[in-house]
């Protein structure tokens, strides 16, 4: 096996275990809706999630499309 296949292989299992890390760890926020997650939390608490949840889709919908290989401008990319 070439070098770059191993490195790409070690991407791909890197890239893998982040993803079932990030499911297990949303896992708790998705089993549940809004309401009854935050029905048990101090205002504060509830606040705090209520802003954050945005922030966390935004990245998880466009921040990967924000990091293209190469270099590439996210306006001048063509699927941009």
Same mark, same amino acid.
């Given at each position: 096996? +070439?070098?770059? !296949? #191993? %490195?790409?292989? #070690?991407? @791909?299992?890197?890239?893998? %275990? +982040? *993803?079932?890390? @990030?499911?297990? &760890?949303? !896992? +708790?926020? @998705?089993?549940? =809706?809004?309401? /009854? $997650?935050? &029905?048990? *939390? /101090?205002? &504060?608490?509830? !606040? %705090?999630?209520?802003?954050? &949840?945005?922030?966390?889709?935004?990245?998880?919908?466009?921040?990967? =499309?924000? %990091? $293209?290989?190469? =270099? @590439?401008?996210? #306006? +001048?990319?063509?699927? !941009?």
């Amino acid at each position: 096996m +070439s070098d770059d !296949a #191993r %490195k790409v292989r #070690r991407k @791909l299992s890197a890239l893998t %275990k +982040s *993803l079932d890390d @990030l499911e297990t &760890i949303l !896992a +708790s926020l @998705l089993s549940q =809706s809004l309401p /009854d $997650l935050v &029905i048990g *939390l /101090d205002t &504060i608490q509830q !606040a %705090k999630l209520q802003v954050v &949840i945005p922030y966390l889709v935004y990245d998880l919908v466009f921040g990967p =499309s924000q %990091k $293209l290989p190469f =270099s @590439l401008h996210t #306006r +001048s990319h063509p699927q !941009a």
